[in-house]
């Protein structure tokens, strides 16, 4: 875990893992020269090149550290934890010194070329190398591996780096059999003095070489890939230390900070959000959460503010997508798709909220989480978001008649918008009925968890008038579904009947 820097010091704990990412490319970069002199002949002459053999083996460290950093800010271009892809002319940015930093990798082994190579020939290694970097973008971004994907079980660096080692050399191998045949294949249709001449054997031998190095080359790449995905996927203290003063006086006025105002969709955001998350669900540092329980509940609406904003935002699309939905317009499916977009944020949300509206049971010691309405608030979006997301999945949100009970409720399928109020919109759309059904389970989980924590109250006082006053936001209108709706589910979830 890594600790934000302190107040009054530089808080871009991005920034600093980027520092990490260019100072670990460096020194990817130096084993690799190292381990290139090492297996390099020589004091082989190269007399038609008219450079020193020495020289040619001197220039490798320096341009493989203007690779590794040129790299390392293709990277920087396009990593993102947002599912949103770059933009276009960033990927192209991104292509291009992909493209280069290849260039630079491969050709900087041209030691290895015959003794009667040309400068052609060099270039012609150049070449290859900028096709192994095209094609590495090509998977980069066609496997969409710019996106940064955050682990449900946070591990030690060591042991999240050697995880990835197996998996990155499999990639490694395909991507540099992927590179070396096209660049092969292609090096065929420029002027011969880009190939590398001499006798069958020397060819062979050649190949072989280049072949290495490539796959040398495809190695640095998914390792250097693979260090940016742990790194920038771990979680950060946005807290001072505690011994520290600022620890007693206003322990959570940083994660605050950070919480409203980066911006949207950061990597920063995202870091708080699950920060926040780990605080409240664990056991970690109970001295923070309990700085949010507070006396005057100011911090504690704050935090219930920032957390209860992306999960309305998410319900809003999905209602706004709901509208008389036609499968036939794509703009109504893609505000569906983009409301799934911020999924990860919106689970860590929905944790947090009921992580501390459940802990709030016995560690609130001055109500604050009940008189300020946080805990009705927190109900009432976590159910109205369930119920848009059902709405998805094909189950009816219509209220029941004032004589049935909760016991009667009985969510059915309707095939088609005309004759229902739901249609099973999500099924029609592979990754958007994973997508929902997932967001699902982690807002059921969420309730469960806080009607658990109060239950003996919820059953005592489980009529339906009791239910929408303690627990139903009055005089607010759900952002969708009815009041009723969201009572009857409720109740449902009360009885652990809700499915």
């Known amino acids: 875990m890594d600790r934000a820097p302190p107040r009054g010091a530089p808080r871009d704990a991005v920034g600093q893992r980027w520092l990490a990412v260019f100072a670990f490319q460096a020194i990817l970069s130096a084993a690799a020269s190292a381990l ?32 590794a950093g040129l790299v390392a800010l293709a990277l920087l271009l396009t990593a993102s934890p947002h599912p949103r892809p770059p933009p276009l002319p960033r990927r192209a940015q991104a292509t291009a010194l992909l493209a280069a930093a290849g260039a630079l990798f491969v050709g900087a082994a041209a030691a290895m070329l015959p003794e009667h190579a040309e400068w052609a020939a060099v270039a012609g290694l150049g070449f290859r190398g900028a096709v192994l970097g095209a094609v590495f973008a090509a998977h980069y971004f066609g496997r969409r591996r710019w996106l ?18 197996l998996p990155s ?22 002027p011969r003095q880009f190939g590398i001449g001499g006798s069958i054997g020397s060819q062979i031998l050649t190949q072989i070489s280049i072949f290495i190095v490539i796959a040398g080359v495809s190695c640095c790449l998914e390792i250097s890939h693979h260090f940016v995905q742990v790194v920038h996927t771990r979680r950060c203290s946005f807290a001072p230390p505690q011994s520290a003063a600022a620890a007693e006086t206003n322990p959570t006025e940083f994660i605050l900070e950070t919480l409203e105002q980066s911006d949207p969709r950061s990597l920063i955001q995202y870091l708080a959000y699950q920060d926040l998350c780990v605080v409240s669900e664990g056991n970690f540092e109970p001295w923070r959460r309990a700085a949010f329980f507070e006396e005057s509940g100011e911090t504690y609406k704050r935090i219930v503010t920032a957390c209860l904003k992306p999960l309305e935002g998410f319900t809003s699309k999905i209602a706004k997508a709901l509208e008389d939905y036609d499968p036939e317009m794509m703009t109504q ?7 799934f977009d911020d999924s990860q944020i919106c689970t860590w949300c929905a944790r947090t909220l009921a992580g501390l509206t459940a802990r709030s049971r016995q ?14 608030a927190v109900m009432t979006t976590l159910l ?12 009816k949100t219509n209220p029941l008649p004032a004589h049935l009970n909760s016991e009667d409720i009985r969510w059915v399928h309707f095939s088609t918008v005309r004759h229902g109020t739901g249609t ?21 989980t969420s309730v469960y968890q806080i009607v658990s924590a109060f239950i003996d109250d919820l ?35 009360i009885g652990y009947r809700a499915v």
Not at 156 to 162: D, E, F, T
Not at 363 to 376: F, I, K, S, W
């Open 36 to 67: 290139h002199l090492a297996a390099s002949p020589r004091g082989r002459p190269h007399p038609l090149l008219g450079v020193p053999a020495g020289l040619l083996l001197a220039l490798h460290p320096l341009l493989a550290l203007a690779a």
């Open 148 to 165: 940064l994907q955050f682990p449900v079980v946070q591990r030690p660096l060591y042991y999240g780096l050697k995880m990835g080692l």
């Open 169 to 190: 050399g499999r990639r490694a191998l395909k991507v540099s059999l992927q590179a070396f045949c096209l660049s092969f294949a292609l090096i065929l249709f420029l």
């Open 333 to 339: 499916q893609s505000v569906l798709l983009s409301a």
């Open 363 to 376: 560690e609130d010691r001055y109500g604050v989480a009940q008189l300020t309405g946080c805990n009705a």
């Open 384 to 395: 109205s978001a369930l119920v848009a997301i059902e709405a998805c999945l094909g189950k």
């Open 424 to 444: 099973a919109i999500a099924s029609k759309q592979v990754g958007l009925h994973t997508k929902a059904y997932v967001m699902a389970d982690v807002l059921r």
């Open 459 to 493: 059953k005592a006082n489980a009529k339906p008038a009791s239910l929408e006053k303690n627990w139903i936001s009055e005089g607010r209108k759900p952002i969708y579904g009815s009041q009723a709706v969201l009572v009857q589910k409720l109740s449902l979830f």
